[in-house]
């Protein structure tokens, strides 16, 4: 079976990772590496080193007859137009997150699937590769039923990706696991924030209803912390459900039992997406993340972001669900 001909749109901070990736599996060929430097000659020569087979160029519709897919890793705001572009030619597509700038985009990103349903779209909700959750069954009961759940994504400011808010950003992530893992659409409560390093919302937390579940889920995202923090925490009448994606580690007490520990290893989590991917052209299987997912995480953010909007950082403190929200905490 040939190789799927890929196109890698986009070669910034996690661009390279995404072409690096496709140029390790069997399964693709790397075509060319598309970015609008690519005319800069220094950089289109280190590229080249690293990439003798591809081509560079600084727009896909030079190379467009030439793949079979693209993998659109450009600011978000560009994402529409791109994927739009590529449906029309009728290429594959794996879109890094967010989909797209808003509900709106993605709705019709949707609806132009639909009518193209031979092609494949994939969204880079990659938190879904974590290898805790190959071994999640275990631990169904703490995602089936009423819970507590508590999720942060905190980090130090890193100047990249702040062409979006946090919501976008990191935030995302965590509404795709809940919607993925807890089987449930999240309802937006509350929200509250702070632009403290951009113009943009660099803090926010926000609380959810789980409809299916009854559940409550509180979730901090930051990029103007202290200390990175990727922590997962479900209370519920088991017991204490705690999952750190940094230390790679499962806390968790039963009624029976005490407090205990379970280790995993690490996962490639680009690497798995792209043979996701792959497979998915050239045998027909599921992605891992489909448009119809990627739809339900953007317009999260968007009830997230509405809302901010609307209330403003001064009204968020007088709102008294964030005052039962703060003496929870």
Excluded at 98 to 113: H, S
Excluded at 212 to 222: H, K, P, V, W
Excluded at 230 to 252: A, H, M, P, Y
Excluded at 288 to 304: E, F, S
Aim: aromatic share 8%; with cysteine.
């Amino acid at each position: 079976m040939k190789p799927v001909k890929v196109a890698i749109i986009g070669h910034g901070h996690l661009g390279k990772w995404h072409a690096q990736k496709a140029e390790l599996l069997p399964n693709a060929h790397l075509v060319a590496i598309v970015d609008k430097f690519n005319n800069v000659d220094s950089f289109r020569t280190k590229l080249k080193e690293s990439y003798p087979q591809a081509k560079m160029v600084v727009d896909v519709s030079e190379v467009i007859d030439e793949i079979d897919a693209a993998v659109v890793v450009t600011p978000t705001s560009t994402h529409y137009e791109i994927c739009e572009y590529l449906i029309e030619k009728g290429k594959h597509i794996f879109c890094e997150k967010p989909m797209t700038a808003n509900l709106e985009e993605a709705l019709n990103l949707e609806k132009l699937i639909k009518k193209n349903s031979k092609l494949v779209f994939q969204v880079g909700h990659s938190e879904r590769c974590h290898k805790v959750w190959e071994n999640i069954k275990q631990f169904e009961g703490f995602l089936s039923g009423p819970s507590q759940i508590k999720i942060s994504r905190l980090g130090p400011f890193k100047a990249r990706a702040t062409d979006v808010d946090v919501v976008s950003d990191l935030m995302i992530h965590d509404l795709d696991i809940l919607i993925h893992f807890f089987k449930s659409v999240p309802k937006l409560v509350d929200a509250y924030g702070f632009k403290s390093k951009t113009n943009k919302w660099d803090v926010v937390s926000a609380q959810f209803i789980l409809p299916e579940t009854g559940s409550r889920a509180l979730i901090q995202s930051s990029r103007d912390h202290v200390e990175e923090v990727r922590s997962i925490e479900v209370v519920n009448e088991k017991g204490t459900l705690q999952l750190d994606l940094l230390d790679n580690k499962i806390l968790f007490t039963t009624k029976e039992d005490g407090i205990k520990r379970i280790d995993f290893g690490k996962n490639d989590h680009l690497l798995l997406e792209h043979e996701y991917f792959y497979q998915a052209i050239l045998n027909g299987k599921e992605v891992l993340v489909d448009i119809h997912d990627g739809v339900k995480a953007v317009d999260c953010v968007q009830q997230v972001l509405d809302y901010i909007e609307a209330h403003g950082e001064k009204d968020a403190f007088e709102n008294p669900q964030f005052l039962d929200l703060k003496n929870q905490q």
